[in-house]
């Protein structure tokens, strides 16, 4: 199948492996709410790593940390983690609302006093999952290539800056959390004589891609998206299998990843 227009990649998991900067942002973060004696926890760095594919956005992380404190299993967090998560936090749902805003804009501000004091070192602590000439000939192999992330976009900017890779948008969650809604701006911003763009999506997160194809029955220009789950990413063995299966995601491995000749977007025949 030719190249699309436009090739969508989410950044952490897929990208960038920040897995050291989440534990410690998130242990600065948790001090500010929780007293940080209780995160004298053995093992709680390596457990916080593999549960990391639970979290969906930012904030979620420091409360993944409390929630371990306080004695949630790995299967708990892994079968259930937005009951783990409510629970986490009480209070009611307004309640719950605040604090949740309150942990985001405290996350923003340690990541950035953290920058200011220690950049080299902050930027030590997100690493690339590939060779950074092979992941700048993935991002060059397009016209366009676009970077749709729930991490406020300053620091993805900041990373690719340091990496010297350069792509054409790169969407924040300054932009919205929803990224049916990012790639309908990328369609928007890129198309050519009033004919959509062929997109191609990556991402590492299943739940994600299943939410790409519920929008598509209501947004017909989302349903030839390219739909792309990151094996190397922050999966899980479960969702995984379900990619292999699906009849729009296709599981992509490192390897494939970093040869976009090979890839192959076409639908799988049903029936």
């Not at 992380?61 to 708990?76: E, Y």
């Not at 991002?139 to 990373?159: C, D, Q, W, Y």
């Amino acid at each position: 199948m030719s190249a699309p227009d436009v090739l969508a990649l989410d950044f952490d998991g897929v990208l960038c492996d920040g897995r050291p900067e989440y534990f410690e942002a998130s242990a600065r973060t948790y001090a500010h709410f929780w007293s940080p004696s209780t995160l004298r926890v053995p093992g709680l760095r390596e457990r916080f790593a593999a549960l990391r594919p639970v979290i969906m956005s930012g904030w979620e992380m420091p409360t993944l940390l409390r929630a371990l404190v306080l004695g949630a299993s790995d299967r708990k967090v892994l079968a259930a983690w937005p009951a783990v998560r409510d629970a986490t936090l009480g209070a009611t749902a307004g309640e719950r609302a605040r604090l949740i805003e309150r942990i985001r804009e405290v996350m923003d501000a340690v990541r950035r006093d953290w920058i200011w004091l220690d950049r080299d070192g902050w930027l030590d602590a997100n690493r690339p999952y590939a060779p950074l000439d092979r992941v700048r000939a993935v991002v060059n192999a397009v016209p366009h290539s676009a970077v749709v992330t729930t991490k406020e976009g300053e620091f993805a900017r900041l990373i690719l800056a340091r990496w010297k890779v350069e792509v054409a948008d790169v969407q924040g969650k300054e932009t919205g959390e929803h990224k049916c809604e990012n790639l309908l701006g990328l369609m928007d911003r890129h198309a050519a004589g009033g004919a959509p763009p062929r997109v191609w999506f990556v991402e590492d997160r299943l739940e994600t891609l299943e939410h790409v194809v519920r929008c598509s029955a209501n947004e017909p220009r989302l349903r030839d998206v390219g739909l792309f789950l990151a094996a190397w990413g922050y999966t899980t063995p479960r969702a995984r299998t379900i990619a292999r299966r699906h009849p729009r995601i296709r599981l992509l491995t490192l390897a494939r990843f970093l040869d976009p000749a090979t890839w192959d977007a076409s639908p799988r025949p049903t029936g």
